[in-house]
């Protein structure tokens, strides 16, 4: 069973643009969400991550918002640019396991 | 990242061959995991291991093995390969590290099961 859902699938954002990937997770123990960043022919690498006692965190161009009560999280690239172009993954897990649950994966295109 | 090495990058096998997918790291992590990444499925878990003597199954572990050889290392076994285990799989690391559970990827194994 999926526990995290991300969407969308795929998006396409001009540069300069901001680009926005969802996720919705089920379980109410996750409390912690990464979001990892994957180039082609790489592993996916750590790019930003929240607890649930913030709404939100940012670093550089990206934010993370996040609503509890929703069980709602999101990835924002501001001035997105073509060298963010990658597959982006929400994942969560809870302080009592070390596993990660990771959504689907979103395909990132940014256009010049 | 350099510190998690997999191999073989690439590999093609045919359907009921044993084949073995190795993954060591340098980082110093007790935690190791397998994951394979199918399009539109995302990143699922087949096996993780806390340290030596301690193998987990993930959600997807059915028709995988694995073998915790070292800390450093961790082995995964297709016992019969078939076709449907055509995918990309990734080793990873991690270590808690101020409550983070950050996880350390390596580059990748491309498997094509004929």
Same mark, same amino acid.
């Given at each position: ?5 991300q *969407?969308?699938?795929s998006?396409?954002v001009?540069? @300069?643009?901001? #680009?926005i ?5 089920e ?12 180039f082609? @022919? ?10 649930p006692?913030?709404s939100?965190?940012k670093? @550089?161009r !990206?934010?993370?918002s996040f609503?509890k *009560? ?9 001035? *997105?640019q073509?060298g963010? #172009?990658?597959?982006? !993954?929400?994942?969560?897990? #809870?302080? #009592?396991?070390?596993r990660l649950? !990771?959504g689907?994966?979103?395909?990132l295109?940014?256009?010049? | 990242d ?5 191999t ?23 935690r190791?995991?397998? $994951?394979r ?10 096996y993780?291991?806390?340290?030596v ?10 028709? $995988?093995?694995?073998s915790r ?11 019969s390969?078939?076709?449907n285990q ?16 950050t ?5 990748g194994?491309r498997?094509?099961?004929l």
């Amino acid at each position: 069973q999926q526990q995290v859902k991300q *969407s969308p699938q795929s998006l396409i954002v001009q540069k @300069g643009g901001i #680009s926005i990937i969802n996720c919705a997770y089920e379980n109410t123990a996750f409390d912690y969400f990464p979001w990892y960043q994957q180039f082609p @022919g790489k592993g996916p690498a750590l790019l930003i991550a929240i607890r649930p006692d913030v709404s939100e965190k940012k670093e @550089g161009r !990206f934010t993370i918002s996040f609503n509890k *009560s929703a069980k709602q999280f999101s990835l924002h690239i501001m001035d *997105s640019q073509p060298g963010d #172009s990658a597959t982006y !993954f929400c994942a969560a897990s #809870s302080t #009592s396991g070390s596993r990660l649950t !990771f959504g689907e994966g979103t395909q990132l295109t940014v256009n010049p | 990242d350099a510190d998690v090495t997999q191999t073989p990058r690439n590999r093609i096998t045919k359907t009921g061959k044993r084949i073995m997918l190795e993954c060591s790291q340098t980082k110093g992590h007790d935690r190791m995991y397998w $994951y394979r990444q199918d399009p539109g499925l995302g990143l699922r878990l087949i096996y993780y291991s806390f340290d030596v003597k301690d193998i987990n199954k993930g959600e997807i572990s059915d028709g $995988y093995s694995v073998s915790r050889q070292a800390q450093a290392k961790f082995s995964l076994s297709l016992e019969s390969a078939i076709p449907n285990q055509t995918a990309l799989y990734f080793c990873a690391t991690s270590d808690l590290d101020g409550g983070l559970k950050t996880q350390y990827f390596g580059p990748g194994t491309r498997l094509l099961v004929l």
